[in-house]
């Protein structure tokens, strides 16, 4: 699909690339929830999970346990967050789930505020390379 964004990244538009293999990818989220913060998508072009076929279920969710896996060892997180939007709040419309690496006192969920903030950040120059590196380093 020619203006979906991922499908762009998949065909090599800049992105700072955590693991890629024949049926997904997964990189940085270029405004991030927290730093480390990663979209796992399908190299194919799927719209929804509802559409995932089942031959592609294993690859994504497997690569999405083992980034949230490889975010304590990698980054020194405490936990993670998943989450996968699937038409409504889905920014893009091509199947991914983001795995943010969650620490204690994180402030993604602040008591009385209501549910999650989705306050977004950037890195630092440079900042982003270096998590894609550590990342890709732990999922070896």
Request: charge should be neutral; aromatic fraction near 6%.
């Amino acid at each position: 699909m020619a203006s979906c964004a991922f499908c762009e990244i998949v065909r090599g538009a800049p992105h700072e690339e955590v693991y890629r293999d024949d049926l997904v990818l997964a990189f940085l989220d270029r405004a991030p929830l927290a730093l480390g913060h990663t979209l796992v998508i399908t190299r194919e072009h799927v719209e929804t999970l509802e559409e995932l076929p089942s031959s592609l279920l294993g690859s994504f969710f497997g690569l999405t346990q083992r980034l949230s896996r490889a975010f304590g060892p990698a980054l020194g997180a405490e936990g993670s967050l998943v989450a996968l939007n699937t038409r409504i709040s889905q920014s893009v419309p091509h199947v991914h789930a983001h795995v943010v690496p969650r620490r204690k006192g994180d402030r993604l969920f602040s008591p009385g505020q209501g549910p999650m903030l989705w306050i977004r950040t950037k890195y630092a120059e440079g900042e982003a390379a270096d998590v894609a590196r550590k990342l890709r380093a732990e999922l070896k």
